[in-house]
C-alpha cells in the first residue's frame, strides 16, 4: 500500500510540475531572451521536513481544488493578470462581396476617417488592411477605444449620427459577413502607434485550449523578446468578446522574402525553440494571413 502510494505521489508531482519546469528550462536556458526569474524552490532539506500524510493532504487539496500556485496566480481575471489596462481594441472582419473590394475600399476611407475625427474622441483606428493572402475578399479593421466607456459611446454615437449611418449602408450593401471581437493587448506586447512602412503585414490568429492561456503568456514573454532582436512586433491581443480563446499576433515585413529569413533566423536565438516547443500543444488552430494596408491605415 505505501509503495502504491509512494508512486501516486510521484506521478502526481510531475504532472502538476511540468509547465512550471518546461518554462523554467525555457528561461535558464536562454542567455539572450532573458526575463526576470522566479525566487528558487525550496531547498530538499525543507521538502523532507514535510511529513507524508502532509503530502497526501497537499495532493488531495490539489486535485480538488487546483494548486497553491495556480489559486494565487489566477485571484485576479486573467484580463488584469495579462492585460496593459489602458484599451480596449476591437477587431471588425468583413467579408466582402466578390468583386466589390475597390467599392468596399472607396466607401470605408470615407467613412473610418469621419470616425475618427468628428464622432468619437475616444477612438483611433490602429489599422485597416485587404487580405492578399489566406481569406481573400476580406478586410480587416482594428479599432483602439479608451476603455469600455468608449466603446459604448462610440457605439451610441454610431447609431445617431445620420452621416455615420448613411455611408453605414452603403458599406453593408458591398459586404457578404461581417464579424465583431473585442479584446484587451497583452501586457508584454502593447500595440505599435501609427507607422508607415510599406511592405506587407500579418495577421497570426490562434484559437487556444481553455484554460491555457496564461500559459501562452507566460512563454510567449520570452518568445517575443527573441523575435524582437529581428522584427518589430506589431501588436498582440486575447479576446474577451466574440470568440473567446483567442489570440492575435500582428507583424510586419519588408516583403514575403525577408519574412521568411526572418523567421529562420528566430530559431537562431537560445529561448525561441522552446517557445514553440511549449506553446504548440495549447493551440487547437491556427490561421494567417497577408494583409496590404490600405490608404488611410495608421499602420502601412
Known amino acids: 500500500m505505501l509503495r502504491s502510494f509512494t508512486s501516486l505521489l510521484a506521478t502526481t508531482s510531475n504532472t502538476f510540475s511540468r509547465p512550471a519546469i518546461a518554462l523554467q528550462r525555457q528561461v535558464h536556458g536562454s542567455a539572450i531572451c532573458r526575463i526576470d526569474e522566479e525566487p528558487a524552490n525550496p531547498s530538499p532539506g525543507e521538502?523532507?521536513?514535510?511529513?507524508?500524510?502532509?503530502?497526501?493532504?497537499?495532493?488531495?487539496?490539489?486535485i480538488l481544488h487546483g494548486s497553491e500556485q495556480v489559486r494565487q496566480e489566477t485571484k485576479?481575471?486573467?484580463?488584469?493578470?495579462?492585460?496593459?489596462?489602458?484599451?480596449?481594441?476591437?477587431?471588425?472582419?468583413?467579408h466582402v462581396k466578390p468583386g466589390y473590394m475597390e467599392e468596399y475600399k472607396a466607401v470605408v476611407s470615407e467613412l473610418y476617417p469621419l470616425i475618427v475625427r468628428h464622432l468619437s474622441p475616444g477612438v483611433k483606428l490602429v489599422g485597416s488592411w485587404e487580405t492578399d493572402i489566406?481569406?481573400?475578399?476580406?478586410?480587416?479593421?482594428?479599432?483602439?477605444?479608451?476603455?469600455?466607456?468608449?466603446?459604448?459611446?462610440?457605439?451610441?454615437?454610431?447609431r445617431s449620427d445620420p452621416q455615420y449611418q448613411k455611408l453605414h449602408q452603403k458599406m453593408l450593401r458591398l459586404l457578404q459577413s461581417r464579424k465583431s471581437q473585442v479584446m484587451l493587448e497583452f501586457q508584454f506586447w502593447p500595440t505599435h502607434p501609427p507607422v508607415t512602412k510599406g511592405g506587407v503585414y500579418e495577421l497570426r490568429s490562434y484559437t487556444l485550449k481553455s484554460g491555457t492561456l496564461l500559459e501562452?503568456?507566460?512563454?510567449?514573454?520570452?518568445?517575443?523578446?527573441?523575435?524582437?532582436?529581428?522584427?518589430?512586433?506589431?501588436?498582440?491581443?486575447?479576446?474577451?468578446?466574440?470568440?473567446?480563446?483567442?489570440?492575435?499576433?500582428?507583424?510586419?515585413?519588408?516583403?514575403?522574402?525577408?519574412r521568411k529569413e526572418v523567421r529562420e533566423a528566430a530559431w537562431s536565438e537560445d529561448g525561441w525553440p522552446a517557445t514553440v516547443l511549449n506553446t504548440v500543444p495549447l493551440i487547437?488552430?491556427?490561421?494567417?494571413?497577408?494583409?496590404?494596408?490600405?490608404?488611410?491605415?495608421?499602420?502601412?
Not at 502532509?54 to 488531495?60: G, L, P, R
Open 216 to 258: 501562452w503568456e507566460q512563454n510567449w514573454r520570452i518568445g517575443v523578446e527573441c523575435r524582437r532582436h529581428h522584427e518589430e512586433p506589431m501588436g498582440a491581443w486575447f479576446s474577451q468578446l466574440g470568440d473567446l480563446n483567442q489570440v492575435h499576433h500582428l507583424w510586419q515585413y519588408p516583403d514575403l522574402q525577408v
Open 134 to 158: 489566406g481569406a481573400l475578399d476580406t478586410a480587416v479593421h482594428i479599432w483602439e477605444y479608451k476603455g469600455y466607456p468608449a466603446l459604448s459611446t462610440a457605439y451610441t454615437q454610431y
Open 47 to 62: 521538502e523532507t521536513k514535510k511529513t507524508l500524510p502532509q503530502k497526501a493532504s497537499h495532493i488531495v487539496r490539489s
Open 284 to 300: 487547437q488552430r491556427m490561421s494567417s494571413r497577408i494583409m496590404l494596408p490600405m490608404s488611410f491605415s495608421s499602420l502601412k
Open 76 to 94: 485576479y481575471t486573467l484580463s488584469k493578470v495579462l492585460a496593459r489596462g489602458k484599451y480596449v481594441h476591437e477587431l471588425a472582419t468583413h
